[in-house]
């Protein structure tokens, strides 16, 4: 069975830093691209950035460029997202997502090419 298991959400003002974590069991690891998706209230669910595990190729949404960054732990079947200069507009419930993906930069920040969605994790910032 499949399962991933998001951490690290929490309330933090802007300008702060949060890491959430995405524990993925049931798979094999490196076969996989891990992504986190987020969806704010109100609105509908947007890819946020993704990892190819295997090579570690990684691709983010224009929003977050620069100041989010993906990382895996391949040791800990773990991928971290480092959220650094959170924004008001950043306050969403996060969602760690897996499928076998290779082509990042079509289908990665695409909800409809995951097949395994964990929980989400609350992330609110404070202006």
């Known amino acids: 069975e499949v399962q991933l298991q998001a951490s690290g959400g929490g309330l933090v003002q802007a300008g702060g830093s949060l890491r959430l974590s995405c524990v993925a069991s049931?798979?094999?690891?490196?076969?996989?691209?891990i992504a986190w998706f987020r969806q704010a209230p109100g609105k509908e669910r947007e890819g946020v950035s993704c990892?190819?595990?295997?090579?570690?190729?990684?691709r983010y949404a224009s929003s977050v460029k620069g100041r989010f960054t993906i990382s895996s732990d391949n040791a800990k079947n773990t991928v971290y997202l480092q959220m650094n200069s959170l924004k008001p507009e950043d306050t969403a419930i996060y969602y760690c997502?897996?499928?076998?993906?290779?082509?990042?930069?079509?289908?990665?920040?695409?909800?409809?090419?995951?097949?395994?969605w964990g929980q989400g994790t609350l992330v609110t910032v404070s202006s």
């Open positions: 990892i190819e595990i295997s090579d570690g190729s990684t």
């Open positions: 997502a897996a499928d076998m993906i290779i082509n990042l930069e079509r289908y990665g920040l695409g909800q409809n090419e995951y097949d395994y």
């Open positions: 049931g798979i094999t690891f490196d076969d996989y691209t």
